[in-house]
Nanobody, 116 residues
Framework: QVQLVESGGGLVQAGGSLRLSCAAS????????MGWFRQAPGKQRELVAT???????NYADSVNGRFTISRGNAKNTVYLQMNSLKPEDTAVYYC??????????WGQGTQVTVSS
């Protein structure tokens, strides 16, 4: 079994910064992709950023240049540094782990609220 636990959400003013963390435990394999998705009220869940086990990253256009995804030394943690936050970044942010051939896993989500 795999568990993902997020932390770091909260309330911040527009222009501020937050850092989200996600720790994965259980049967974690060397080759995987971790990422962050978000879902705002009334909207579909959307990709924010992903990072492979080799360090390749991918960002949504809406966050490119403002957000940075990274992995910890233990490779089972992923971070999302969010700078220059905007009210439209308000959403529940979900950590995601994809292990091809084994499964797709989600965290419970952490709320990020950006006030104008």
């Amino acid at each position: 079994q795999v568990q993902l636990v997020e932390s770091g959400g909260g309330l911040v003013q527009a222009g501020g910064s937050l850092r989200l963390s996600c720790a994965a435990s259980g049967s974690i394999f060397s080759f995987n992709t971790m990422g962050w998705f978000r879902q705002a009220p009334g909207k579909q869940r959307e990709l924010v950023a992903t990072i492979t086990s080799s360090g390749s990253t991918n960002y949504a256009d809406s966050v490119n240049g403002r957000f940075t995804i990274s992995r910890g030394n233990a490779k089972n943690t992923v971070y999302l540094q969010m700078n220059s936050l905007k009210p439209e970044d308000t959403a529940v942010y979900y950590c995601n782990l994809v292990q091809i051939g084994y499964g797709i896993y989600w965290g419970q989500g952490t709320q990020v609220t950006v006030s104008s």
